[in-house]
């Protein structure tokens, strides 16, 4: 179930914006994948992207550590904002 929440407060969004850079080479499969979760979580959460967890990271948090570019677009496209996590930090 894609909208569970591990003792993190990890949903499948921040697993998948954190996936591995060679995982996620290929742009266009990441972000398929992407809007296939986004699609498939809209009836739990009204924007699965915004969801923070434990630490306060967002899913564009995660990307940006991760170094996919291309999903943080994306996300920014969609509305995400670049706010602060619970220590400061910026995506």
């Known amino acids: 179930d894609p909208s569970k929440i591990n003792g993190f407060g990890c949903a499948a969004v921040h697993w998948a914006a954190l996936a591995p850079k060679d995982r996620g080479a290929d742009a266009a499969a990441h972000l398929a994948c992407c809007a296939w979760l986004d699609a498939r979580l809209r009836d ?5 992207w915004a969801l923070r967890n434990a630490q306060g990271h967002s899913p564009l948090h995660k990307a940006a550590f991760a170094g996919h570019r291309h999903l943080c677009e994306w996300l920014r496209a969609r509305g995400c904002e670049d706010s602060a996590d619970d220590h400061g930090n910026f995506a």
Not at 44 to 48: D, M, N, S, T, V
């Open 44 to 48: 739990a959460y009204a924007e699965p």
